[in-house]
């Protein structure tokens, strides 16, 4: 990882604004890139395009400056892929799951391929004047990725017809953005002989990326809820860029039911949180500060309710029960968040806004925030966009209502 690694050493092991992974606009309850700031201000991706939110009229704008592009409003499909906003296909097929990025100066935007659709990268001017296509991949899915230091860092799945039996090689990959070669290099693979879950939910910080591992050791009885964990394999490693190392996060002192489920950026470190799989295991985890290698793991905060997150908008910390919610375990009346500042003394609680329809774990980005929302009616393609200019201090326990405004489109 050559590319990557003198690239890495021109910043430093913290987070660097324009040029490192947006780990504070990550929907956490599963994989999602919608929301990304640029130079300019802040994109969002709905659907099939993307749009730049002018934070000066305060207009949602679909990013394309063609005067004679009608954009979302066009109805000939043969126009779609005309317009710069739009991200799908010239040859009229879907796009798979979308996802934006911002670095550097400029957008990007992952399609990861719709059956015979190949997945593609697209890279985006900021003020849509240009769009085009970086990078092809062939015979293989992508899966979970993210752009970090001019280096996109995916996970690739390729399926492989070995003595007449089909094999899936997985691996996670990095691909520098700055290199004329467009040379895939491996970070990492898995076992050839793990029966492979997920290899993902990447994060990465300063001079390391994470990811985690989950999958199931060769058995030669069925898998079930009584012996799966004799063959779960569950682990979190960092990859530390500039030695072109892979090394497992363990925390000390926990049992063989007991792993690693999430991890989080806080304060240069990460908090990485112990679940235990055990039946009847208790309703608590704990969780550990580490640094950014996982080294010096120790306690952070004990008996933390099962399925809380705590994430962070790179000034305050949160912790959330919002992930218990999505689950069907906690009413969605109860859903709230614990605001921390940097002593972890609580200073705020709030729940999300009740004018809005709202699915996903909310996205606490900077100061000010934009959440996409929808109309609630499963009839109804209508969607907008509400500023929420936060005041942290003031919610004591209330939705965010007073702070929330509806930009236009």
């Not at 040379?183 to 693979?189: A, D, I, L, N, Y």
């Not at 500060?289 to 933390?304: Q, T």
């Not at 709202?358 to 996205?363: A, G, K, S, T, V």
């Amino acid at each position: 990882m050559l590319c990557a690694a003198c690239k890495s050493k021109e910043l430093p092991d913290t987070y660097i604004e324009g040029s490192d992974y947006q780990y504070m606009n990550m929907e956490s309850l599963r994989f999602t890139l919608r929301h990304v700031r640029g130079s300019k201000g802040p994109y969002v991706l709905h659907g099939d395009y993307i749009y730049f939110i002018d934070e000066g009229s305060n207009l949602i704008l679909p990013l394309c400056n063609k005067a004679d592009c009608l954009h979302d409003q066009e109805t000939d499909p043969e126009k779609y892929a005309y317009c710069n906003a739009c991200m799908l296909p010239a040859d009229g097929f879907p796009t798979g799951q979308l996802g934006i990025s911002y670095c550097n100066g400029v957008l990007y935007c992952l399609d990861d391929g719709f059956n015979a659709s190949p997945p593609t990268l697209y890279r985006l001017s900021e003020d849509g004047s240009k769009k085009e296509q970086v990078y092809q991949w062939d015979n293989c899915s992508i899966n979970e990725w993210l752009i970090h230091r001019d280096v996109l860092y995916f996970t690739k799945q390729v399926h492989e017809n070995i003595d007449g039996k089909i094999k899936e090689n997985v691996q996670l990959m990095s691909l520098s953005l700055t290199d004329p070669a467009k040379k895939e290099k491996p970070v990492f693979s898995a076992d050839a002989d793990l029966d492979i879950f997920t290899l993902g939910k990447p994060k990465a910080y300063g001079n390391h990326l994470y990811f985690q591992i989950l999958a199931y050791t060769p058995s030669e009885e069925e898998i079930d809820d009584d012996n799966f964990l004799t063959y779960l394999y569950y682990k979190t490693f960092v990859y530390d860029i500039l030695n072109d190392t892979v090394t497992e996060i363990v925390l000390p002192g926990t049992s063989q039911t007991e792993f690693i489920s999430s991890l989080e950026l806080w304060n240069d470190k990460i908090l990485l949180s112990s679940f235990d799989f055990a039946p009847g295991g208790t309703a608590e985890s704990d969780w550990y500060i580490a640094e950014l290698d996982g080294s010096n793991p120790e306690i952070f905060m004990r008996d933390v309710p099962k399925y809380s997150s705590f994430v962070s908008d790179g000034t305050y910390l949160y912790l959330t029960n919002a992930h218990k919610v999505a689950r069907g375990e906690e009413d969605e009346d109860n859903l709230i968040y614990e605001v921390f500042d940097n002593n972890l003394e609580k200073i705020d609680t709030f729940k999300p806004p009740t004018t809005i329809i709202f699915h996903e774990i909310l996205p606490l980005g900077t100061d000010v925030m934009y959440l996409q929302y929808s109309s609630g009616d499963e009839n109804s393609t209508a969607w907008g966009v509400v500023q929420w200019d936060k005041q942290i201090g003031t919610y004591h326990g209330d939705p965010i209502d007073k702070d929330v405004v509806k930009i236009k489109r």
